[in-house]
């Protein structure tokens, strides 16, 4: 790949390519059949090791990323459940990279609402010729998992209804998908070593259906919950932050003392709780997650990038944090303003002391 700047985010196979490269290499551990590496290998790609010079990408109980893990290796799936923002996706893309190489094989629940999306379609200028055909097939990210022995990830499973929901049962059940128009051999495909199934799906949004009660015994249930230590979401939201500066050729030094505002901020407000355990308002129209406030910290940088002087200060910071906090709930402005007078006007410190003088850009919305 000659520029990978022109390319927006790269899939995690040529992100850490470099470091796939070197584990695969160096793995001795025993690998389940299909898998490109061993479940110790892809643990430690995943939280990170030491030893094997791998960085962490991911902050969980090292346990559930192992149930997950040992899940996979067996003949049901895994679906991650958890609030927006608490990197589901993230977590699936990364395990599907150690796995098997591609990340790419991908059904989203809410584009699915016909069965030939969910398992094939047809190209039409080849069966218009020749009839059903396998030279007419076009399989879909899910038969194409069958047929290589790959991961699949399968976004916001939820959100395709039952119906279709049910049709992964033969999958994951008999590990076997039928072409109908097909005869004989060429209309069944069997699942190869390797392949299996990793959803995510959203606790607070569930969107227009119910999670299939057959499915649900077919796959293991993963709660994904945000960063629960302080620290470790700083250390999240600097990393990536530095990532997201470094491909959008942004030079901008991060200033910890405004993340460290920004990061406890989203904290306090998404766990209802300041850190010393006082109660405090909750928003209720915005996820506030770590990812939103990697999001928040960016357009921060981009602003003192392109209109300051290159500096990260509380007042752009401000803005951005209006825009990300306050979505569509016209009541979580007063639970904002709140917060600002009981607990931000209490904080020792410049920057806090800044961020209060910029309550006002609140009283505007």
């Known amino acids: 790949m000659s520029n990978d700047r022109a390319i927006q985010r790269l899939p995690a196979e040529l992100a850490y390519q470099e470091e796939l490269v070197r584990l695969a290499a160096a ?23 030491s030893e094997r010079k791998t960085e962490a990408k991911f902050v969980a109980e ?8 040992v899940s996979l290796c067996t003949n049901r799936g895994c679906l991650l459940v958890g609030e927006p923002g608490t990197a589901k996706s993230w977590l699936s893309e990364l395990i599907a990279a150690a796995v098997s190489g591609d990340s790419t094989l991908t059904l989203q629940g809410g584009a ?16 218009a010729s020749k009839g059903p055909c396998p ?5 879909s990210p899910l038969l194409r998992g069958m047929q290589a022995g ?11 209804p039952q119906s279709l929901q049910d049709a992964l049962l033969s999958v994951l059940s008999d590990r076997v998908a039928v072409i109908p128009e097909l005869a004989g051999a060429e209309g069944v495909v069997h699942a190869r070593a390797g392949f299996n199934v ?29 960063i629960s230590r302080i620290d470790d979401e700083i250390a999240v939201v600097q990393r990536e932050l530095a990532k997201s500066n470094r491909q959008a050729g942004v030079d901008v030094p991060p200033d910890d003392s405004v993340l460290e505002v920004l990061v406890t901020m989203f904290h306090e407000l998404r766990n209802g709780q300041s850190l010393d355990g006082r109660s405090t308002d909750r928003l209720s129209g915005a996820s506030l997650s770590t990812a939103e406030a990697v999001s928040v910290a960016h357009a921060t940088s981009l602003n003192a990038w392109y209109y300051g002087d290159g500096r990260m200060t509380i007042e752009q910071l401000m803005n951005h944090i209006v825009g990300s906090a ?13 917060y600002f ?22 009283k505007g919305l």
């Not at 007078?341 to 910029?358: C, I, M």
């Open 27 to 49: 793995d001795s551990s025993p690998k389940p059949e299909g898998w490109r590496m061993s479940p110790l290998a892809v643990e430690a790609f995943v939280l990170g090791d």
């Open 62 to 69: 090292r346990t559930l990323v192992r149930r997950i893990i």
């Open 112 to 127: 699915v609402n016909q069965v030939n999306q969910l398992l094939y379609s047809w190209n039409g200028a080849v069966l």
């Open 135 to 139: 030279e007419a097939l076009v399989p």
């Open 150 to 160: 790959q991961l699949v990830r399968f976004e916001e499973l939820a959100r395709c």
């Open 198 to 226: 990793i959803g995510t799906a959203n606790s607070v949004d569930a969107g227009l259906f119910q999670m299939s009660a057959a499915l649900k015994r077919r796959m293991d249930f993963e709660e994904i919950r945000p």
């Open 326 to 338: 306050l979505k569509d709930h016209p009541e979580d402005r007063r639970r904002l303003m709140h």
């Open 341 to 362: 007078e009981t607990e931000v006007a209490q904080r020792d410190g410049s920057h806090w002391q800044e961020l209060y003088r910029h309550r006002n850009l609140l």
